[in-house]
């Protein structure tokens, strides 16, 4: 059986560091499921030019900001980059702060299709001209149930709901009860924690860094 170590936990924890040392123990390969870490344009959120050395490392500035990109890419480009690790090694490392990624690679993602631009265009028109009540009104209409628990403020996640229902004839909810499918390799997360004034003290020294290393010019070049 292959296997998958996840390190997940907050910004600013050393998931990076533990992520790096097991790599090197085990003799293999990390992952990122950082969506901030594919661009390459976010150089100040990446691990630095020395830690990239000490191992290899996969989806780290290779996108650009400009680049149409989705949980479901990754989702599919993630598990054929470990299917060419597993055919190598026993183990691989996947480290990440975005936990939407990390879990459609550990547990998959329903199977729903990609938004329909006619879909999408006729409901931001509704959005932006009556509001977010008629999405509301819809979405309490063609599921009951979902509307029930969705964040009725969320006009994307109202939007998503009905773009899928108006796809597929079937409520939002039939369409996330389809089983995912199962991977084929075990997975072992490991969650760091820590107390909250630690974590602060990290996540301001980390700041501290990053400003250091141009986040500001960073950040002007990506306002565009």
């Keep these: 059986m292959k296997r998958l170590i996840s390190i997940v936990g907050t910004t600013g924890i050393g998931k990076t560091r533990l992520a790096i040392d097991l790599a090197k123990h085990l003799d293999t390969e990390i992952i990122s499921c950082d969506s901030r870490q594919f661009y390459k344009e976010m150089k100040t959120a990446t691990p630095t030019d020395k830690e990239l050395a000490e191992v290899k490392h996969h989806f780290v500035g290779n996108i650009s900001i400009n680049d149409y990109y989705s949980i479901g890419l990754y989702e599919e480009q993630a598990l054929k980059k470990l299917d060419e690790i597993f055919s190598k090694k026993d183990v691989a490392i996947m480290v990440g702060g975005s936990g ?18 006619e879909n999408q265009n006729k409901l931001i028109s509704i959005f932006e001209n009556e509001g977010i009540e008629p999405l509301q009104k819809l979405v309490q209409e063609l599921d009951p149930e979902y509307f029930s628990i969705v964040d009725k403020d969320n006009s994307r996640r109202l939007l998503r709901a009905i773009d899928i229902i108006w796809q597929t004839g079937k409520t939002y909810t039939e369409n996330l009860s389809t089983p995912k499918a199962k991977r084929d390799f075990e997975t072992i997360r490991i969650g760091i924690d820590a107390p909250r004034e ?10 501290d860094k990053m400003m250091e290393n141009g986040l500001l010019e960073e950040a002007r070049g990506l306002i565009a």
């Design 100 to 117: 939407m990624y990390e879990k459609a690679v550990v547990e998959g993602m329903n199977d729903l299709p990609e938004a329909d631009v």
């Design 198 to 207: 630690v974590i602060y003290e990290r996540i301001n020294l980390r700041v």
